[in-house]
């Protein structure tokens, strides 16, 4: 069957296209001449994911390592004014990491742009604590942490409030500094959950079966689904 092109003049919100939305805000660009939007990642999975969420058939380039990444990442970009245009509505803007806001999105379909968050920027962690074990050995401790990551403190406080009004944890945010260089410093805010709300965050996040995700990311929060899904990917 062949690939439909997005062609209408408005988008109406879905799971799949909310989740792409979080990939924009995060690893997404917009670019300056008002037609092509871009996702670049070093996992090649997520631009395919990406290309399958939107129907497109466009393949991914390959970004060898650079100054900027020392890693192979990859680039895939589609052109669609009607799409472009869409995303600026919606709160996209290009070189959004410090202009973003806030996403006028449908709060049904949160969780799934904050999936595409995590997928994106974000981070799911899990590690045995034992650094108490030398007192004793049964000190030994589950950690868990759910990260957000961006140059906007606006876009992260947004995201913030949006999931303590919805689901009532709020995480707390934290300030990260990016890059070595004393003259290149921006700064960078890290919205954290830790144990307990990361694991509501988690099964928020991850509601059903067959969702659109990174495949690692979802085998380390998997143990902590209530459903336990089987995610096919």
Known sequence: MSKQRLVRKDFPWSSNLAYVVGLIATDGNLSSDKRHVSLTSCDLNLCKIFLGCLNKSNRPTLNPPSAISRKNCYRVQ????????????IGLTPNKSLS???????????????????????????????????LNTN?????????????????????????????????SI???????????????????????????????VYYKKNLPCLKRKYLIAKPFLDFQAQITL
């Open 139 to 171: 000190y030994v401790y589950d950690r868990l942490f759910v990260y957000f990551l961006s140059a906007s403190k606006k876009y992260i406080m947004w995201i913030q409030k949006t999931i303590q009004t919805i689901i009532n944890i709020s995480g």
């Open 78 to 89: 589609i052109g669609d004014v009607v799409f472009y245009n869409w995303l600026l509505k």
């Open 174 to 204: 934290q300030n990260k500094r990016s890059g070595k260089n004393a003259m290149r410093y921006r700064p960078m805010y890290l919205l954290k959950f830790s144990t307990k709300e990361a694991k509501i965050l988690l099964n928020y």
């Open 100 to 134: 973003i806001e806030k996403i006028d999105i449908d709060y049904k379909y949160f969780p799934d742009f904050l999936r595409g968050n995590i997928d994106g920027d974000g981070s799911i962690i899990f590690y045995k604590d034992k650094y108490n074990t030398a």
